[in-house]
């Protein structure tokens, strides 16, 4: 039986549709990233993957619906769902749960590549009409998870004001790594500038410190609100 295009014997076809959509993610990160989502045009994004003029409504409906997906991926590259959902359901302790999660964003947040980082500092300073749409999709889900570990750690109910503020412990170095300019951050921040180990280790001495004191103090005070002869 004669083989069909035997000149390309042991070649896989290229799949032209997912180069297409490839190119066209990375140019409108980008070009969001840098411009702005108001300031970026479908055009411009065609223009910088070299693809047909109607290939963003082709191969992803409309310019709102590309910026989405770019913004997955930013917020992927930050923290991924999947890595989340692998920690909450491993064998390790509450704390080393936390630790581990402190060590990945710090990793992620101090080695920035391309696009990603700046799109979503971006979006959290000026935020687009879709930011509700993409911390909906992109942040709850996770910090949902985040919730559950430091419940767990707590002892406390995931949604518990305690606990939401241990999220914002957790959280505020993070955001700050993420949005701070960079000058202003070697000026007035050094210790921003320590290796990602030695940063992590730090920020999670602070937050276990914070988070044990809050515990030994709510069990002082539910022994003194106590009624006599209560344990």
């Given at each position: ?16 549709g997912d180069t297409t959509r ?14 702005g989502y108001a300031d970026t ?191």
């Amino acid at each position: 039986m004669p083989v069909l295009n035997a000149g390309r014997a042991g070649r896989a076809p290229r799949d032209d549709g997912d180069t297409t959509r490839a190119r066209l993610l990375e140019a409108a990160g980008q070009l969001f990233a840098e411009r702005g989502y108001a300031d970026t045009t479908s055009k411009a994004i065609c223009l910088r993957a070299k693809s047909n003029l109607s290939a963003v409504n082709y191969h992803f409906g409309s310019r709102d619906a590309l910026y989405m997906a770019v913004l997955e991926i930013a917020h992927t590259h930050m923290m991924s769902l999947d890595f989340l959902m692998q920690l909450a359901g491993s064998p390790v302790s509450p704390r080393e749960k936390i630790e581990r999660l402190v060590d990945g964003l710090i990793l992620n947040l101090r080695n920035p590549r391309g696009w990603q980082l700046r799109l979503w500092a971006r979006e959290v300073i000026f935020p687009t009409p879709l930011f509700a749409a993409g911390v909906a999709r992109n942040v709850m889900p996770k910090v949902g998870i985040v919730h559950d570990l430091l419940g767990q750690y707590m002892q406390l109910p995931p949604d518990s004001p305690a606990v939401h503020c241990g999220v914002v412990s957790l959280m505020a170095p993070c955001m700050a790594l993420l949005v701070a300019d960079r000058d202003l951050k070697n000026s007035l921040i050094p210790a921003l500038r320590l290796p990602p180990e030695e940063l992590a280790r730090h920020i999670k001495r602070f937050l276990f410190t914070g988070l044990q004191g809050y515990i030994e103090a709510t069990r002082e005070e539910t022994a003194d609100t106590a009624l006599p002869g209560q344990p």
